[in-house]
Every structure is written in C-alpha cells, then in structure tokens.
C-alpha cells in the first residue's frame, strides 16, 4: 500500500518561493505517474503539475507555468514542486498523488492515491 506524505508548506510573502516535497514508501515500485493539486477555502480540487516517471513528461496548469517546476527523485521515492514567483491566489492546500496506471495526467480520477495535504500562504 503506498503511503504519501508531503512536506515544505509554509507562510511566504507574494513573490517569494517554497519547495515542496513528497515522499513515498510501500510499494513504491508500482507507481506511474505523480502529481500535484490544490484546494483553496470554498473551491474545488484543481491540477497544479504531474510528471511521468521517467520524469521525461510534465505537465503543468496554466496559472502555474513558469512558475513552478515539478521533479522527482526514484531513488529517493520522492517527487518535488519548486514554486517561485508566488502569489496571493496560490494559497491553497497543495496535494501530492500518484497513479499507478498511467504516466502522467492532469485528471483527478486518475489518481489512487493521495497525501494528506501540505498548508501553503502566500500573503500580499
């Protein structure tokens, strides 16, 4: 059974950047592909990034890109998202999940598996 967990939410002022981590243990060997998401207070779950596991395709949100950048570490069982150039209206809770049956998605149902969700504020 995989296990998610993430790690390196915070407080940061607009502009500012954060680096989040999720690392994975139990049966990592079955996982495809990984991706972020993100819930703010009153809105539903949105796609933020994915990365197929050879980490040669990514995929990324339109509000995120080229702002953020997705990676992952196999040896490590841990996947990455460097957000720089932060903003207001990326506060949110920020998701890790993996799938096992495809590559790389940008839909949630495609995912099986999830973390518990890491806080991020970014303040103006």
């Known amino acids: 059974q995989v296990q998610l967990v993430e790690s390196g939410g915070g407080w940061v002022q607009a502009g500012g950047s954060l680096r989040l981590s999720c690392a994975a243990s139990?049966?990592?060997?079955?996982?495809?592909?990984m991706g972020w998401f993100r819930q703010a207070p009153g809105k539903e779950r949105e796609f933020v990034a994915a990365?197929?596991?050879?980490?040669?395709?990514?995929y990324y949100a339109d509000s995120v890109k080229g702002r953020f950048t997705i990676s992952r570490d196999n040896a490590k069982n841990t996947v990455y998202l460097q957000m720089n150039s932060l903003k207001p209206e990326d506060t949110a809770i920020y998701y890790c999940?993996?799938?096992?049956?495809?590559?790389?998605?940008?839909?949630?149902?495609?995912?099986?598996?999830w973390g518990q969700g890491t806080q991020v504020t970014v303040s103006s």
């Open positions: 999940a993996a799938t096992r049956r495809v590559t790389a998605s940008r839909l949630t149902r495609e995912y099986d598996t």
């Open positions: 139990g049966g990592t060997f079955s996982i495809n592909g």
């Open positions: 990365i197929s596991r050879s980490g040669s395709t990514t």
